[in-house]
């Protein structure tokens, strides 16, 4: 090609084409590369953690011009020579618009493990959370900071590694903005003194016109005990939200028995209220895309069950060694019960490249592909293919066979098509999904790991 249009070029011309056509090949394959390729960003490398102190951190991400599917962040904590904080201990990961400490979005919390050096112990510890909520933050040059509460002193504590995994693609649903709800790092528990109502104060949101879905997501862990109820680290309480008329609501609790972090010291596999320790915090998400209207306000709070403490200080009824084993809270077994909540709104727009169809190819046969990921939590994509226009009928049954969900219920022009299978409501264990195109079937199974 190159020699027959070199025919009515000069040389330094040809030349010149021939670097322009390298630099466009080149461009145009780093801008759109083939959907799962991955793009890795390192942001804390072996960050030692000691003292509770705040690690800020400039990142610079992938910027907008690529399209992503999915954002992971993979978490990795380690020992320094002298040793780990024997203790589980809060920690996260925030993005920050200032270096105040004043605009932050928290986007991934942990709880360190108890021991894990020597013997069997695994020695460091991974987690793996879905950050891709957060996409709209998460590009260009943007701020980190990374934390966690430890008080152990000396040279021991914690060594964080954070890799962020930008993963091509095209989701259904992308989302385009981020806001904060409650955000309070102590609400305080049980104490007619200190309602939760103060902390957690009801939110009239104006509804983004241009959202067709949104969603609520809390993060909340329970903390302190030795308390009436051993609240609020051992206490199961069910929260709650509301948006508008409709209420949701799921039980805070977390069972550690099966912690991949393991096995450590201490008693880290006794279920607690929302964690575990040596482990990742999941978000609740709610949808409330129903419950709210684009472009009006809506009325939003977020309840946790009512509690009453009896072994407080200020309880005049409390008597120490008679009512409670101690009245008075002290830095070993007896901590003032509490709450660490940080809420955020995501709206999402429906991606005009990933509508349904993933694709203009139209497939040579009829596929149903397996879901990804798979063991999934609590998010999984589920894609098939039709060569031609079809009725198509798409549905997940569970393990004794009963149908539970209808993804897909329509008549579907030929292509290639990636369906988005929300477990958030569901129980851990193994679902099958099934499709009918015609006189078609197939079924494929797929897990679901909380």
């Excluded at 050096?117 to 510890?125: A, D, E, F, I, Q």
């Excluded at 981020?178 to 305080?188: A, E, F, G």
Aim: some cysteine; overall charge neutral.
């Amino acid at each position: 090609m190159f020699l027959y249009y070199y025919k009515g070029l000069t040389m330094k011309t040809f030349l010149l084409s021939l670097l322009l056509f390298i630099l466009y090949f080149w461009i145009s394959l780093n801008t759109y590369a083939a959907p799962g390729d991955t793009t890795w960003v390192t942001t804390f490398d072996q960050e030692y953690h000691n003292w509770a102190n705040l690690h800020y951190k400039p990142a610079v991400f992938p910027d907008t011009s690529k399209h992503w599917e999915k954002i992971l962040l993979t978490y990795k904590i380690g020992c320094p020579a002298a040793g780990c904080d024997p203790w589980d201990r809060v920690g996260w990961i925030r993005l920050y618009t200032d270096t105040v400490n004043t605009e932050y979005f928290e986007i991934a919390r942990v709880v360190t493990p108890y021991n894990i050096v020597g013997g069997n112990y695994p020695g460091t510890c991974t987690f793996v959370f879905d950050v891709t909520d957060y996409m709209p933050l998460l590009h260009d040059s943007v701020l980190l900071g990374s934390f966690i509460e430890s008080w152990i002193g000396g040279t021991r504590g914690w060594l964080v590694t954070a890799r962020f995994a930008f993963i091509e693609g095209e989701a259904f649903y992308k989302p385009y903005k981020v806001i904060n709800l409650w955000q309070n790092d102590y609400v305080i528990s049980g104490d007619t003194a200190h309602p939760v109502d103060s902390n957690l104060v009801p939110m009239d949101i104006i509804i983004d016109p241009m959202a067709v879905k949104v969603k609520a997501k809390i993060t909340n862990t329970g903390h302190g005990q030795g308390n009436t109820g051993n609240c609020s680290e051992f206490c199961v309480l069910l929260n709650s939200i509301v948006a508008g008329n409709d209420t949701t609501s799921h039980i805070l609790w977390k069972q550690c028995n099966l912690n991949p972090c393991s096995p450590q010291g201490g008693t880290w596999q006794y279920a607690r209220a929302g964690w575990c320790p040596g482990s990742g915090v999941s978000p609740w998400d709610v949808e409330i895309t129903n419950s709210v209207t684009p472009g009006q306000t809506a009325n939003l709070k977020f309840l946790i069950q009512p509690y009453f403490n009896e072994c407080r200080p200020n309880n005049p009824n409390c008597t120490t060694g008679v009512t409670c084993t101690d009245c008075n809270y002290n830095s070993t077994g007896h901590t003032e019960p509490n709450w660490k909540v940080q809420g955020q709104l995501i709206y999402y727009k429906i991606n005009p490249i990933g509508i349904n169809n993933q694709s203009t190819e139209v497939p040579s046969s009829f596929k149903l592909e397996q879901n990804y990921p798979n063991p999934f939590n609590p998010n999984t994509s589920i894609g098939f293919s039709l060569e031609k226009n079809s009725n198509v009928k798409l549905k997940v049954f569970d393990a004794k066979g009963s149908l539970v969900k209808v993804l897909v219920d329509k008549h579907m022009l030929a292509g290639i098509y990636k369906i988005d299978f929300d477990g958030q409501n569901f129980t851990s264990g193994v679902y099958f999904y099934n499709i009918e195109i015609g006189g078609k079937s197939d079924t494929k199974k797929m897990v679901l790991l909380k």
